[in-house]
């Protein structure tokens, strides 16, 4: 069974950083993509980032480029997500999610962890 526990999220005033974890069970073979996406009220959840758990191919919305990094540690079966310069635009739930290098859809979602940043 894939479990996905999301967290590091929090209230923070803008152009500051907070890093949120993605710890993982169940699925931590290379032929795997890890994504994070967001959902701001209102609004539909939309994709922020994503990696390939062998770390070769990584992405980005281009709302968070250069400001957001993704990156894994295979060891501790973790994604994480660093946000820094931070706006209030990106308040929003965070999701991490995985799905089968092969495959289009996301299968296993977390819980989501809310960031809030203040103007």
């Known amino acids: 069974q894939v479990q996905l526990v999301e967290s590091g999220g929090g209230l923070v005033q803008t152009g500051g950083s907070l890093r949120l974890s993605c710890a993982v069970s169940?699925?931590?073979?290379?032929?795997?993509?890890m994504g994070w996406f967001r959902q701001a009220p209102g609004k539909e959840r939309e994709f922020v980032a994503s990696?390939?758990?062998?770390?070769?191919?990584?992405q980005y919305a281009d709302s968070v480029k250069g400001r957001f990094t993704i990156s894994r540690d295979t060891a501790k079966n973790t994604v994480y997500l660093q946000m820094n310069s931070l706006k209030p635009e990106d308040t929003a739930v965070y999701y991490c999610a995985t799905r089968r290098l092969q495959i289009t859809k996301y299968d296993y979602w977390g819980q989501g962890t809310q960031v809030t940043v203040s103007s």
């Open positions: 990696i390939i758990w062998s770390g070769t191919v990584i």
């Open positions: 169940g699925r931590t073979f290379s032929n795997y993509v």
